[in-house]
């Protein structure tokens, strides 16, 4: 835990940043199977969360055998890996086409294709992770 962030002393406070943490760290796990979703953005939430709420919660999400290296590689400035790259944009992708062709709402169409973008983008701008 980063030593010069305390946790909240208003204890409701404390309790609404677990449950944003909690619900983030869901939706990252929900993330790893809907392409859709991005997991990293709402691993780091829930991580933000929980240092300012719980430091057990924070220390366990980060040294977490499955979600840690996400959260610890990209706060490392280390990147993404490749394989993580291709896969995450492939699947983004495969699943958008579908949802456009399923979806006849242009404006729906046209949201899902804008996001679809600009999460490509924000991939493609990461630096790649080397292995090891």
Do not use: N
């Amino acid at each position: 835990m980063p030593r010069d962030i305390q946790p909240s002393r208003h204890r409701s406070v404390r309790y609404l940043l677990l449950g944003i943490g909690w619900l983030s760290v869901a939706l990252g796990v929900i993330g790893i199977f809907l392409p859709v979703l991005p997991t990293t953005p709402f691993l780091l939430l829930a991580a933000a969360c929980f240092v300012r709420s719980s430091r057990r919660f924070y220390i366990w999400l980060v040294t977490h055998r499955h979600l840690g290296p996400w959260i610890r590689d990209y706060l490392e400035g280390q990147g993404i890996p490749l394989k993580g790259k291709v896969y995450a944009l492939l699947l983004m992708w495969a699943s958008i086409a579908l949802s456009c062709y399923l979806v006849p709402l242009p404006w729906a169409r046209a949201f899902m294709l804008t996001s679809a973008v600009l999460v490509s983008l924000y991939i493609l701008k990461q630096k790649t992770l080397r292995t090891r």
